[in-house]
């Protein structure tokens, strides 16, 4: 009885690291660049940053017969305050910029909308 409780014990500590990583860690990272098309500060109850960027190019519509362009959305930590600043000033700008992101496996609500998270922002010339 013993040997199956500590056993079951060791079961339940490797489950809740496992599930932590999965909620908490990073799928995958990289860099996406374009123009910022919109910023904003969603939510009912808990308020988060949603972006979209313009990447370039066109896909084509199949439903309509027309082009649309190529959006990308992401959200924003409301904590990274620098992200943010620089993020609403290439939008005002109508700047290029390229993103850092980390994407997570999971999308949860209280952090945003999307499971890309910008964490850096570099204006491009």
Known sequence: ??????????????????GGYYLMGDYSEGNRSGVVQKLSRKGIFFKTWEGQLNLGG?????????VAPTIWEFSVRS??????DKLEEASLKGS???LHYKEKFVQLFWLGETTYFVDEVIMME
């Open 58 to 66: 066109f896909n084509t519509d199949a439903t309509s017969g027309g």
């Open 79 to 84: 904590k990274n305050q620098e992200v943010l």
């Open 96 to 98: 290029r910029v390229k």
């Open 1 to 18: 009885m013993r040997r199956f409780l500590v056993l079951l014990a060791l079961l339940l500590v490797l489950a809740l690291i496992l």
